[in-house]
């Protein structure tokens, strides 16, 4: 059975001409959308995290410089808003790939075309990561079979992607198909994305979860509690590198630890194969004002010292599989991964 889309509110929505978004920032407490009418709002909105989630900063920035090209098609205008809108955030690989997309579409017609050439181009990338998103949920759902406890980290549901999520759309997935699953949600410091976020979609959807704060996850690995770790992803290196939200590291050394699957699922629009492995991926380092306040109120002194990084790199070894639309690579290897990428692929390492 496909998860039900209907359980899984979009975090953007778009009318063929302008772009709005759910506010990420405001939830649960409050559900606003804003409207977006450029390049610049849209990177804005990118680096404040009113939209996040890789797949998702690539949906938005490809309909950002459609906007930005329907005003301005010449060539330098449309080169500078791409610049602006791939400067937003650094780690996650899909918003230069969907630029990139987009800007080439443009490009490749007459300036009095490029306008109908971007919106196509833009429309096409959500598409796709929509389709990705049910390839995932079935494909993760037949791997983990059986499973009834998932632990996962941040947020990676629809409003972090296309149609359902990653993760936990292969949750929504598994627990269509199986009785008793239940997702134990990692609040995910220091923004609080699971807390915030994947606690409200999953009681949208009518799955049973569990909120548990990040340094409980290894415990109760240990203990037997957990059958499984999924996550999603900001980028794979060729290798099988993966980045995601800090914290996911440590999760992987506890699921090798205990033996159970730890599991990355992502659509292909999250491989790099410009780079050979994790030590290449640039890592996000936010204000330390995140770190010094939660909810609004401030935990520390105003001045304390902090270090924030907004991801981490977990190695190739400790990943059990790379779950993706176009085919499972287990274990991710640099030929797996790669063979994932080619045209006729449709799985690969099984």
């Known amino acids: 059975m496909a998860p039900d889309a209907t359980t899984a509110t979009p975090a953007l929505t778009w009318d063929g001409s302008s772009l709005r978004l759910l506010d990420q920032t405001l939830l649960p407490g409050e559900e606003t959308w804003i409207g977006l009418q450029d390049a610049s709002d849209t ?28 005003q301005a098609p010449a060539d330098d205008e449309l080169r500078a808003a791409a610049r602006v809108l791939r400067d937003a955030r650094p780690t996650a690989v899909n918003l230069a790939w969907a630029v990139d997309r987009v800007q080439d579409a443009a490009l490749a017609v007459a300036p009095d075309q490029r306008a109908a050439a971007a919106r196509a181009e833009a429309e096409a990338i959500h598409a796709g990561e929509d389709a990705a998103s049910l390839a995932i949920a079935l494909a993760g ?19 972090a992607c296309g149609g359902t999520g990653s993760a936990p759309a292969v949750a929504l997935e598994l627990a269509a198909r199986e009785q008793g699953v239940t997702v134990l949600a990692c ?32 415990g109760l690995m240990r203990r037997g509690e957990v059958d499984a770790v999924i996550v999603g992803c900001d980028r794979v290196a060729a290798n099988g590198d993966t980045a995601n ?18 599991i990355v699922a992502g659509p292909t629009s999250t491989i790099d194969a410009s780079i050979a492995s994790g030590d290449e991926i ?4 936010r204000s330390a004002d ?61």
């Not at 935990?299 to 190739?316: H, Q, Y």
Request: aromatic share 4%; charged share 15%; proline share 6%.
């Open 141 to 159: 759902a037949d791997l983990l079979s059986g499973s009834r406890r998932i632990l996962t980290h941040c947020n990676t549901g629809a409003l």
């Open 43 to 70: 990177a804005e909105a990118i680096a404040r995290l009113a939209v996040r989630g890789a797949p998702n900063i690539g949906i938005a920035a490809a309909y950002g410089l459609a906007m930005a090209i329907a």
């Open 187 to 218: 609040e995910t410091r220091p923004l609080l994305q699971g807390a915030r976020l994947t606690v409200w979609e999953l009681r949208r959807a009518g799955i049973s979860h569990e909120l548990l704060v990040d340094g409980a996850a290894a």
């Open 282 to 285: 640039v890592i996000e380092e």
């Open 290 to 350: 995140e770190v010094r306040h939660a909810g609004g109120a401030l935990l520390t002194g105003a001045d304390t010292p902090c270090r924030n990084p907004a991801f981490d790199v977990t190695p190739a070894q400790l990943v059990t599989a790379l779950v993706t639309e176009r085919g499972i690579a287990s274990p991710p290897t640099t030929e797996s991964v790669l063979g994932l990428l080619r045209p006729s692929s449709a799985a690969a390492g099984t």
């Open 245 to 262: 939200k800090v914290g996911t590291y440590a999760h992987a050394l506890a699921a090798r630890a205990a033996g159970i699957p730890f």
